[in-house]
């Protein structure tokens, strides 16, 4: 059963950093990629960032490129989102989700209807 549980969420200043995590089980993350998605309250859900470790490759919205990094522990089968330089378009529920192939990372500009979310977890900026 595919299972991903997010934590790292927190309120921060402008300018601040957090770390996401997003922690998989069921599967693991040489079968399968992990997008990043947010949610603001009144908006609808955007992709942020996601990494393909199958193939190498790794996706950032233009929001957030150079602000973020996206990277994987094997051993914790974890998925963690660097996230500095917050700013005030950041906060929202940040979520994880298990991303099967042929994944969405590789095509990011495809609608794709996942199976499996994390709960999700809350960022704030706030100064």
């Known amino acids: 059963q595919v299972q991903l549980v997010e934590s790292g969420g927190d309120s921060v200043q402008p300018g601040g950093s957090l770390r996401l995590s997003c922690a998989a089980s069921g599967f693991t993350l040489d079968d399968y990629a992990i997008a990043w998605f947010r949610q603001a309250p009144g908006k609808e859900r955007e992709g942020v960032s996601c990494?393909?470790?199958?193939?190498?490759?790794?996706y950032y919205a233009d929001s957030v490129k150079g602000r973020f990094t996206v990277s994987r522990d094997n051993a914790k089968n974890t998925v963690y989102l660097q996230m500095n330089s917050l700013k005030p378009d950041d906060p929202a529920v940040y979520y994880c989700?298990?991303?099967?192939?042929?994944?969405?990372?590789?095509?990011?500009?495809?609608?794709?209807?996942?199976?499996?979310w994390g709960q999700g977890t809350q960022v704030t900026v706030s100064s």
């Open positions: 989700t298990a991303d099967p192939p042929p994944t969405w990372c590789q095509d990011p500009g495809r609608t794709v209807d996942f199976e499996s």
């Open positions: 990494l393909d470790s199958s193939v190498g490759a790794t």
